[in-house]
């Protein structure tokens, strides 16, 4: 059976990139009806921090990305990796190092962390790597050739009585019965050394598929330059995970013109030999687009019921539904976030707009005044009925008074919601009410007569 692992350490948030990592590796399990192991690699107990775990393993979880098995930790296994490390040593493959304290080193904690019969002080284990080129079979770059001169005697125990990654992750993945390591080619440098770990520790050695990095859309590694990376900022700006998901799967990977992916398709469909050799672009716009439609095609009861949190972080409350999902239904045409629509829907449940004074400075006071004077007269006339009949009177009120909608309709918006950019005003009229609708206008006529000098200044 297949089997394969997510192995983040909790000194960080976890990256956008871990996560498309915890992907793949969850797909190509899924795809081929085996097993997905999480394991925690917490050895660095200086940088580990309980918020950081806590946080990878919630956003793991929100997305559906669980494993199979439960979740293992380094930090209690400490007592097997110097079984191992022993082992080593004992078959010539490792050997005892004095610490050479120089310019880079001489502020390094060198304090005892873990107290095990290994340790010696002022030394280090080191593993003695073959000399001979190692040729790691990559499943996406290929055969990638590594000479004897570019692997190196790396440390497995340190001389605080801590084991390295190297030495951990080779034990633990054999334990764990991991049968394919899909992680980012930053590692790849890794893997002629952890090879000859397995084979000198007497192990299978799995195979290996290596991703290519998460590049900006200007080429350079994605990081906080480029805008959040850290999954949590993504899930509570109201971004769906079925979005995150179909996009980061896009991010690297392709089955033909397709856009759109459920779960259940990806898990059918992915496989690594469709995976890019060269890196992956991560495009905001793109996932923004990806987000917009997947909220679109919602059922408008869920989209409510997901966006009425983020609603009541601008101090709403009772919240009819009813009225939500009729706003609702003029659609979500300019926003891309559950956070934004959010945010962009608050005009219609506050009594007093606040008016932008630079996009109010694109209107003129003393004309449109007296346009709002007939648009105000004429909607008073109006039962608010019927939006159609509501689109009609606006008709009418262009032919009364030989306008067209651009002379009015921009500060009838302005004057309902503050906003330049909103849905059709009778839209809006018929969903705030005749009494919302009038002293919405009435009181924008009075703040445009307040600031009128300012204005036109």
């Known amino acids: 059976m297949i089997k394969t692992r997510f192995a983040p350490s909790p000194t960080g948030w976890l990256h956008i990139?871990?996560?498309?990592?915890?992907?793949?590796?969850?797909?190509?399990?899924?795809?081929?009806?085996?097993?997905?192991?999480?394991?925690?690699?917490d050895t660095d107990k200086s940088r580990s921090d309980q918020k950081y775990l806590d946080s990878i393993l919630s956003s793991l979880d929100e997305l559906d990305l669980k494993s199979d098995k439960d979740v293992i930790y380094q930090s209690q296994r400490l007592d097997i990796y110097i079984d191992n490390v022993e082992i080593l040593l004992?078959?010539?493959?490792?050997?005892?190092?004095?610490?050479?304290?120089?310019?880079?080193?001489?502020?390094?904690?060198?304090?005892?962390?873990?107290?095990?019969?290994?340790?010696?002080?002022?030394?280090?284990?080191?593993?003695?790597?073959?000399?001979?080129?190692?040729?790691?079979?990559?499943?996406?770059?290929?055969?990638?050739?590594?000479?004897?001169?570019?692997?190196?005697?790396?440390?497995?125990?340190?001389?605080n009585g801590m084991p390295t990654y190297n030495i951990t992750s080779v034990i633990d993945d054999n334990f764990m019965g991991v049968t394919h390591i899909i992680r980012g080619d930053d590692h790849l440098n890794n893997t002629p050394v952890q090879q000859?770990?397995?084979?000198?520790?007497?192990?299978?050695?799995?195979?290996?598929?290596?991703?290519?990095?998460?590049?900006?859309?200007?080429g350079k590694r994605l990081s906080k330059r480029h805008g959040a990376v850290n999954i949590n900022k993504f899930l509570e700006d109201g971004y769906l995970k079925?979005?995150?998901?179909?996009?980061?799967?896009?991010?690297?990977?392709?089955?033909?013109?397709?856009?759109?992916?459920?779960?259940?398709?990806?898990k059918k469909l992915f496989s690594l030999n469709k995976v890019t050799k060269s890196s992956a672009i991560f495009d905001y716009d793109k996932l923004n687009w990806l987000n917009q439609q997947y909220i679109k095609k919602m059922d408008l009861n869920d989209v409510a019921k997901l966006i009425l949190p983020y609603l009541q972080t601008h101090n709403l409350s009772d919240i009819d539904m009813a009225y939500l999902k009729n706003i609702l239904s003029l659609g979500i045409e300019r926003e891309y976030t559950l956070k934004e629509?959010?945010?962009?829907?608050?005009?219609?449940?506050i009594e007093e707009i606040p008016y932008d004074t630079?996009?109010?400075?694109?209107?003129?006071?003393?004309?449109?005044?007296?346009?709002?004077?007939?648009?105000?007269?004429k909607l008073s006339d109006n039962n608010f009925e019927d939006e159609d009949k509501l689109g009609l009177c606006f008709q009418e009120f262009c032919q009364e008074n030989d306008l067209k909608f651009k002379d009015f309709g921009p500060v009838v918006r302005f004057g309902l919601t503050g906003r330049l950019k909103a849905p059709a005003i009778n839209e809006i009229c018929?969903?705030?009410?005749?009494?919302?609708?009038?002293?919405?206008?009435?009181?924008?006529?009075?703040?445009?007569?307040?600031?009128?000098?300012?204005s036109n200044e």
């Open 358 to 377: 630079d996009d109010f400075k694109k209107f003129n006071p003393s004309k449109d005044n007296l346009i709002l004077d007939k648009v105000i007269k």
């Open 341 to 349: 629509i959010a945010k962009s829907l608050v005009y219609y449940f």
């Open 17 to 41: 990139g871990g996560v498309r990592t915890a992907l793949y590796s969850w797909l190509f399990a899924k795809n081929n009806g085996g097993e997905f192991y999480l394991r925690i690699d």
């Open 430 to 454: 018929f969903l705030l009410g005749k009494t919302r609708t009038i002293d919405r206008l009435n009181n924008f006529q009075i703040f445009m007569s307040n600031n009128a000098v300012a």
């Open 242 to 266: 079925e979005s995150v998901i179909n996009y980061l799967a896009k991010t690297g990977w392709s089955h033909g013109d397709q856009e759109f992916f459920s779960i259940s398709e990806l």
């Open 196 to 218: 000859n770990i397995f084979h000198a520790l007497g192990f299978d050695i799995p195979k290996f598929a290596h991703l290519p990095m998460i590049h900006g859309t200007d």
């Open 90 to 159: 004992n078959n010539d493959h490792a050997y005892y190092d004095k610490i050479e304290i120089n310019e880079k080193t001489k502020d390094t904690d060198l304090s005892l962390e873990f107290d095990n019969r290994l340790n010696k002080e002022g030394h280090v284990i080191r593993f003695r790597n073959p000399k001979q080129e190692v040729v790691v079979e990559d499943l996406i770059h290929g055969p990638v050739k590594f000479s004897n001169k570019a692997i190196h005697d790396i440390v497995i125990l340190r001389s």
